[in-house]
């Protein structure tokens, strides 16, 4: 069992707008600004595509974006397109044992 | 262009030790903060190790702690795990990646990642 809680799946078709969700505790994700979403494609390796829970590194597309809410991060992707159908994983610092922890994965499915 | 390129994997019985690398390039590797993430076949990604720039401070996800060592040499470019007492459980692609921002913060680079086997 991870320690950040993501859903396993969630879908969208072209054009729409989605959020995927990382619950955690105020030892991690609500205590902390270290939230990171990764995006991997099958046979690949991550992608960083969220950082400190709303930055973007360069190169990333602003159609995707970061916030917080408490204990749950979330991840927004608008304008969804076919190349965003990938598994998402969300990470943090967890204070409890000076680790950082990630979140069991949310497989993106693009109708 | 910022690459990271994992070495080392292979087929090891339980019991067994085992060291993988990543060699380095097109960044100041000494001013870095690197770590390993790994995954098992079909699972998410776990978190195994992280080094500071300068090497002095470590830290392990609790599955490893006592079992691997994380290093790096600066004259090679190259961030290293051992790892020792390995488990099946162990077994995973291992994947290098750089820290680009505060030590806590997302890694914004990997490597291809190796495949660990531990199996008898």
């Known amino acids: 069992q991870s320690a950040l809680t993501q859903p396993a799946s969630v879908s969208g078709s072209p054009g729409q707008s989605i959020t995927i969700s990382c619950t955690g505790t105020?030892?991690?994700?609500?205590?902390?600004?270290?939230v990171s979403w990764y995006q991997q494609h099958p046979g690949k390796a991550p992608k960083l595509m969220i950082y400190d829970v709303n930055n973007r590194p360069s190169g990333v597309s602003s159609r995707f974006s970061g916030s917080k809410s408490g204990n749950t991060a979330s991840l927004t992707i608008s304008g969804l397109q076919a190349e965003d159908e990938a598994d998402y994983f969300c990470s943090s610092y967890t204070s409890t044992t000076a680790r950082v922890v990630f979140g069991g994965g949310t497989k993106l499915t693009v109708l | 262009e910022v690459q990271l390129l994992e070495s080392g994997g292979g087929l090891v019985q339980p019991g067994g030790s085992l060291r993988i690398s990543c060699a380095a390039s097109?960044?100041?590797?000494?001013?870095?903060?690197m770590s390993w993430v790994r995954q098992a076949p079909g699972k998410g990604l776990e978190w195994v190790s992280v080094i500071s720039a300068s090497g002095g401070n470590k830290y392990y996800a609790d599955a490893v702690k006592g079992r691997f060592t994380i290093s790096r040499d600066a004259s090679k470019n190259t961030l290293y795990l051992q790892m020792s007492s390995l488990r099946v459980e162990d077994t995973a692609v291992y994947y290098c990646a750089k820290g680009d921002y505060d030590f806590w913060s997302g890694y914004g680079h990997w490597g291809q990642g190796t495949l660990v086997i531990v199996s008898s």
């Open positions: 097109g960044f100041t590797f000494s001013s870095s903060v």
């Open positions: 105020s030892n991690d994700v609500g205590g902390y600004k270290y």
